[in-house]
C-alpha cells in the first residue's frame, strides 16, 4: 500500500491537475505523516494488542482512500491541493507504522535464534508487496483513470483489515508483559 501511492501518487497528483510544487508537497506529507505516527503508533502497539492497532490502521488506510476518491470526483483543483495534503498526511500516518508493528507483533512469538529468519521472511514479503502493489495500482489507475490508485489502495486496505480481524479469532492476544518493546522499522523507498 505504502509503495503504491509511493510510486504512482505524483502521477496520480499531475493527472488530477496539480502543480510540480504541489505535488511535491503532496509527496513530501505522505513521508511527514508516517515520521510523526511511528512512536505514538508503536507506543500504542506496546500496551494494546497489535494486531487491533494494525487492522485499526488498515481501515484508516482504506477510509483515506476513499476520502481521496469522493474528494477528487467532486472538487476543483484549486480547493481540492490543500484537501489532498491533510489525507496524505493521514494516509502516511496510517500506512508507514504497519509493517513496523506487524514485525514487532511477529518477534512477539518468535525466539531469539528465530529473529533472523522471520525477519528475512518479513523482508521479502514487503519487497513483493513493494514491487507488485505499484503494479496492481497501475493497472486499476489505466481501468478507472488517476483515483483508481486510491480504489485499489482500498480495498487492499480494507482486505487486509478484516484478515487481520479475521486472525484475532484465530489466537490469544500476546499479553503486555511478553512484548518487545516496539522499535520503528525503515521502510524502503520505491527506488530501492
Known amino acids: 500500500l505504502y509503495s503504491a501511492v509511493g510510486g504512482l501518487g505524483a502521477v496520480f497528483a499531475q493527472a ?7 505535488i511535491s508537497i503532496f509527496m513530501m506529507l ?12 508503536g507506543r ?6 497489535r494486531r487491533g492497532i ?7 488506510v482504506a477510509a483515506t482512500a476513499l476520502a481521496v476518491v469522493f474528494a477528487e470526483a467532486s472538487a476543483a483543483t484549486s480547493v481540492y491541493a490543500p484537501l489532498l495534503y491533510a489525507l496524505a498526511t493521514f ?8 509493517y513496523g508493528i506487524a514485525v514487532a507483533h511477529a518477534n512477539d512469538k518468535l525466539a531469539h535464534d ?3 529468519a522471520a525477519s528475512s521472511t518479513l523482508l521479502l514479503c514487503y519487497g513483493s508487496g513493494a514491487i507488485f502493489g505499484p503494479i496492481g495500482a497501475a493497472y486499476v489507475m ?6 483508481g490508485l486510491y480504489v485499489f489502495v ?3 486496505g480494507a482486505a487486509a483489515g478484516a484478515f487481520v480481524i479475521w486472525r484475532t479469532t484465530r489466537k490469544a492476544p500476546v499479553l503486555p508483559e511478553e512484548k518487545g518493546a516496539f522499535e520503528p522499522m525503515p521502510t524502503t523507498t520505491p527506488t530501492a
Do not use: C, H, K, N
Open 30 to 41: 505522505l513521508v511527514v505523516g508516517g515520521t510523526i505516527s511511528l512512536w505514538p503508533a
Open 91 to 98: 494516509y502516511g500516518a496510517a500506512a508507514m507504522p504497519i
Open 142 to 147: 489505466v481501468a478507472l483513470g488517476p483515483a
Open 114 to 116: 528465530q529473529f533472523v
Open 16 to 22: 488530477i491537475g496539480l502543480t510540480t510544487f504541489e
Open 54 to 60: 494494525v487492522a485499526g490502521l488498515f481501515f484508516a
Open 154 to 156: 482500498a480495498a487492499v
Open 44 to 49: 500504542l502497539s506496546d500496551r494494546l494488542d
